[in-house]
């Protein structure tokens, strides 16, 4: 096990063990919690018992590299559920997305449905499953977790961080894939993005299957972003089933998505799901502009010894070297919001007061200093 200093925002970490009141929870009720947490390094736990179903929970907490340095900035929280597990693997897939500026800066909360380090699943099954089936004597308990999930987690997140409150997503694989999916068809406004992975669509006679048509018939709109994401041998057929039975009902406002991820099967595609999800619900719109318009934006612009073109190819704007064909997609995200294709790289064009277009600023969201203003010259 690797032990490690980490850096602590000032206002967050004061003390290792603290007492929060919380109207929103009912009576008051204590909350542990951790700053070295060495599941990953450089996050948190917080404990806390429930007041809905008496039980123990464990939140495992990783906060963006400039959380703090602007307390008035509010990030989206991304929930994965089987904390115990999988925290882990989601905080360093996320890692890797967020560096290549593919990803906004965001909390991670990892959802562990008991305190115990020795039983980490000893509620799983319980509040995983939307309802009781005879061989698993302790299923049926969604519900009530759902409760627990909107009363307590979510508002003592958003008590002790800057959270986004419109911008949540809920991951989870297996029984957890099916309880997003299950929270999809109830509670479709909590959270803004569902990445639901290898979700148990076998359960209690095909359930979900059921939910989702009775959901149907008094719900027409549907305003989420919502990714399956299934493994190449995990029963295909039945994802592709429930798939094409929610795209065809043709939710307004719901943007859907189907994925496989090859040569995996039940648990071993993971990463790559959350890799896929994560791509999918961050990824920025794109408008298309007319030629005419983007004309107004190209030209040489320089900054010292930086010199760049901007062209339009293959109907976009293009950052290139000069006498260079090659180069970096400039994505219109609206008619004054411009995007280096598919990554958090923000252009924002300066114009002088006759409207004319004078230079180009640009910042990298993983590297927040590095600002760079280019004039046109010509």
């Not at 490690?4 to 967050?12: A, F, G, N, Y």
């Not at 991304?78 to 800066?105: C, M, Q």
């Not at 076998?202 to 493994?231: C, G, H, M, P, R």
């Not at 030629?291 to 704007?317: F, N, P, Q």
Request: glycine share 6%; net charge neutral.
């Amino acid at each position: 096990m690797i032990i490690k200093t980490i850096k602590q925002p000032k206002v967050c970490y004061l003390f290792f063990f603290i007492v929060v009141l919380y109207s929103q929870l009912g009576s008051t009720q204590t909350v542990s919690k951790d700053p070295k947490d060495l599941f990953v390094v450089g996050s948190e736990s917080i404990h806390f018992q429930s007041k809905i179903n008496d039980s123990e929970y464990t939140l495992h907490i990783n906060l963006p590299e400039s959380y703090g340095k602007d307390t008035t900035k509010t990030y989206p929280v991304f929930y994965a559920l089987d904390g115990y597990r999988i925290f882990g693997t989601t905080t360093h897939v996320y890692n890797g997305i967020w560096d290549d500026g593919f990803a906004p800066e965001i909390i991670i909360v990892g959802i562990t449905n008991s305190g115990s380090k020795e039983k980490p699943t000893l509620h799983r099954t319980r509040d995983l499953t939307p309802t009781a089936i005879e061989r698993l004597s302790t299923s049926g308990g969604a519900s009530t977790f759902l409760n627990v999930l909107k009363d307590e987690i979510i508002p003592l997140t958003d008590r002790l961080y800057n959270t986004d409150k419109t911008n949540r997503t809920l991951f989870g694989t297996s029984f957890a894939g099916m309880f997003t999916q299950y929270v999809l068809f109830t509670e479709p406004s909590l959270f803004a993005n569902y990445i639901i992975h290898n979700p148990t669509l076998w359960w209690d006679d095909e359930y979900l299957f059921a939910q989702e048509k009775t959901f149907y018939q008094n719900n027409k709109n549907l305003a989420a972003k919502v990714i399956f994401i299934n493994s190449e041998f995990n029963d295909t057929p039945t994802a592709t089933k429930m798939y094409k039975q929610i795209k065809n009902h043709s939710y307004t406002n719901m943007i859907l998505d189907f994925r496989v991820v090859d040569n995996m099967g039940h648990l071993g595609g993971e990463a790559a799901a959350i890799n896929q999800g994560m791509s999918f619900v961050y990824r920025r719109p794109t408008n298309s502009l007319s030629i005419e318009k983007l004309k107004a934006y190209c030209g040489t612009y320089k900054d010292g010894s930086y010199v760049r073109e901007i062209i339009i190819k293959d109907g976009v704007l293009t950052l290139v070297r000069p006498k260079e064909g090659e180069g970096a997609s400039i994505q219109a995200i609206n008619d004054t919001e411009f995007s280096i294709l598919g990554r958090y790289l923000d252009f924002k064009f300066n114009h002088n007061k006759k409207g004319e277009v004078i230079s180009f600023t640009n910042e990298l969201s993983t590297n927040p200093s590095r600002i760079r203003t280019a004039v046109k010259i010509k």
